[in-house]
Each structure stands twice: as structure tokens, then as C-alpha cells.
């Protein structure tokens, strides 16, 4: 059977996959256009679940947002390796994953989300197919709380945040992207201090007395040090706001956004923060 070009140009420009595949599948499929598509897709299918064991350690981590909306969606979808993470046609899926979560809210299994006709997973699916790694949404926020909302994309392309805001400074979201960008340079695990668990404050104090008695101390010496320790050391690391602030470690965040609201003339309060990284 003969194949003509313009019919195999044509199914790959309309499903991306290769030249020699497109037309091996119009072959197969005796020249139904349709018919050759649907085969694209079940051997696409049949890829995604050959490397669905895959480990997947590059990617992107991203999030978009609607100001008008105060909304914002994050995604961290992820790949074998840094070459398909900068591959375009990988950056445009995690581009319009994330966009579609701005108007779709994650279901249960966020690949379940549905997008243009079909879903996120399928969408998935058929890069898989094109670009032959495995692919994987690793995770899917929505943040719609009617409050401003800032987002920073690290240049890497690796890491990205999102603060919630409350307020009624005029710089609220400058302010906001700064401490967004605080977020990807020093990834707390709280908030505020009576946000860290105490399971967790406990397993730190223990580290430090252990830390105190390599050191040579008693261990009576050790238990004040290490309390010391955990209050000084790893709640100004640990606490968003009681770290310093990135831009001048003199101050904490707490107090630069006390400072940026006497600046605004009003207040500028943080409601909660989301980090996103590939490979967390």
C-alpha cells in the first residue's frame, strides 16, 4: 500500500509521534487516518506502562496564578532525566497541567482532572509516547482561599512557592514575592512556631543532646545546651518567620514584613506557604 507524505506529516503533526511510526501505523491501519490515530495512542499507552517502573529524579516544579481570581495552581510533574526536563515539548505539558488546574480543581487522583476532551493522565500518557521517559505528576495543588496569593518560579525550573496573604498594604504582593522567593532559598517546615510538631521539636532535642556530648559535655550540660540549641538554632531555621530574612539576615522575615506594612499602610500577614520541588 502506498502512503502518501502529506497523510504521514499529518498525523504527526497531529499527534507528535515519529515520522517512521505515523506512517508505519497508517500501513496499519490501510490508510484509515482514524484508525491509525487510535493505534498511535494504544502503542503510546503500551509505552507509558513499559516505563511506569521508572525512576524519575529531573523535572519541573511550577506554579501559575489568575490575580483577578487569586487563585494559583503548583504542579511538580517529573522525568528520567535533565535533558527531556528541557525539552519543550515536556516545558509546555507542565505549563498547561498547571494552567489547567487553575480552572479545574485536582480530583482525588489529580490525573483523573479532566483537560481539553480527556484528562491530565492522558495527556501524560501521550508524551510518554513522543518522548519515550516515564512521566509522572508527582503532585498537584490548587489555592483559591479568596486572598492574594505570590508565586516564585526558581530559574532552575526545579523549585517553586506559593504565600497566601492577608492585608491591606499596597505593597502586599510585592512583599509576598519576596518572601515567596524566601520559601525556595530556605525551605522552612512551619510557619510559625507553634506550627512545628512536637514530635518533631523532640527528635531535634535529642540530636542536639547527642551533638553536646560529642562534643565532651556532661550530660546535665548537654541537656541546656541542647535546649538552647533547638530554640536558637532550629527554630530561626526551621519557622518561616523567625528566619532571617534573606535580603538582610539582620532582620526576620516577621519583622521585614511588619516594616514593608508600615511602608504599604496597613498591615501584611502571611496565611500559609506551599514549597514544591522535584525529587521531594
Known amino acids: 500500500m502506498t502512503i502518501n507524505a502529506s497523510d504521514v506529516k499529518r498525523l504527526r503533526d497531529e499527534t507528535d509521534a515519529p515520522m517512521m511510526e505515523c506512517k508505519n501505523a497508517l500501513v496499519e491501519a490501510g490508510g484509515d487516518f482514524e484508525k491509525a490515530k487510535l493505534i498511535l495512542r494504544e502503542k503510546g499507552q503500551a509505552a507509558a506502562t513499559k516505563r511506569a517502573g521508572r525512576d524519575t529524579s529531573e523535572g519541573i516544579a511550577m506554579f501559575v496564578a489568575d490575580p483577578g481570581k487569586q487563585v494559583a495552581a503548583g504542579i511538580v510533574l517529573e522525568c528520567e532525566t535533565d535533558f527531556v ?41 501521550d508524551a510518554v509516547a513522543v518522548i ?15 486572598k492574594p496569593v505570590a508565586i516564585y518560579n526558581h530559574h532552575d525550573k526545579k523549585k517553586a512557592s506559593a504565600v497566601v496573604l492577608e492585608g491591606a498594604a499596597s505593597n502586599l504582593k510585592d512583599a509576598g514575592f519576596q518572601v515567596a522567593i524566601q520559601v525556595v532559598a530556605f525551605p522552612p517546615a512551619a510557619l510559625r512556631k507553634e506550627d512545628l510538631s512536637q514530635e518533631l521539636l523532640d527528635e531535634e532535642y535529642r540530636t542536639q543532646v547527642q551533638r ?4 565532651g559535655k556532661s550530660p546535665e550540660i548537654a541537656e541546656k545546651m541542647a535546649a538552647g540549641r533547638v530554640q ?30 508600615k511602608v504599604g499602610g496597613g498591615p501584611i500577614e502571611l496565611a500559609a506557604y506551599i514549597y514544591l520541588a522535584v525529587g521531594m
Request: net charge negative.
Open 85 to 125: 526536563a528541557k525539552n519543550e515539548m515536556f516545558i509546555a505539558l507542565a505549563e498547561a497541567v498547571a494552567k489547567n488546574f487553575l480552572s479545574h480543581p485536582p480530583a482525588a487522583d489529580p490525573a483523573d482532572t479532566p483537560m481539553d476532551g480527556s484528562t491530565v493522565g492522558q495527556k501524560v500518557q
Open 132 to 146: 519515550r521517559e516515564n512521566i509522572v505528576l508527582k503532585q498537584a495543588v490548587r489555592i483559591d482561599e479568596g
Open 212 to 215: 553536646a556530648i560529642n562534643e
Open 232 to 261: 536558637k538554632e532550629f527554630v530561626q531555621s526551621s519557622v518561616l518567620l523567625e528566619q532571617p530574612f534573606y535580603l538582610d539576615p539582620k532582620k526576620t522575615v516577621a519583622q521585614y514584613l511588619a516594616e514593608e506594612g
